[in-house]
């Protein structure tokens, strides 16, 4: 049995969810909608410990919770290219990225550009867009210079 056929019977911890209990809400997000979850949840699950699960729902243009897992890697990407961002983190994203621009669809390659675009002008970074989901709900590919 696939995660996406399982039922989703909630989260044991939701401030500190497992990558199975995230894969199997995502495919089930309305079993536990988001505005019940603990205030800023996108921000305490964009981490290390779930990034490689959020990827994956990203990724999947068949996830109903794809949009949410697209903002949370925004999210991961602005906290990736911090001056004091690890080096482990900075080359997890860049794999990340590499895999967009090789296999994702055109939401994953606009976030892909974007990340590379941070990357290289991490002063373009804008909270309202990279943080609080301006750039999942109104996708562009940003400039690498503003005008």
Not at 27 to 54: K, N
Not at 108 to 116: P, T
């Amino acid at each position: 049995m696939t995660v996406r056929e399982s039922t989703f019977f909630g989260f044991a911890n939701p401030v500190d969810p497992r990558p199975e209990e995230l894969q199997a809400w995502a495919y089930h997000p309305d079993s536990v909608p988001l505005d019940s979850m603990p205030a800023d949840w996108d921000l305490l699950i964009s981490g290390d410990v779930l990034v490689s699960t959020l990827f994956e729902l990203a990724m999947d243009r068949q996830c109903p919770a794809r949009r949410f897992a697209q903002h949370c890697m925004y999210i991961y990407a602005a906290d990736g290219v911090r001056p004091n961002a690890s080096a482990q983190r900075k080359r997890r994203l860049k794999k990340f990225v590499e895999r967009a621009e090789e296999v994702g669809d055109e939401p994953m390659a606009i976030w892909a550009h974007n990340c590379r675009v941070l990357m290289t002008r991490p002063e373009l970074f804008e909270y309202h867009d990279w943080i609080e989901g301006g750039l999942t709900r109104h996708p562009r590919r940003l400039a690498l210079f503003k005008r």
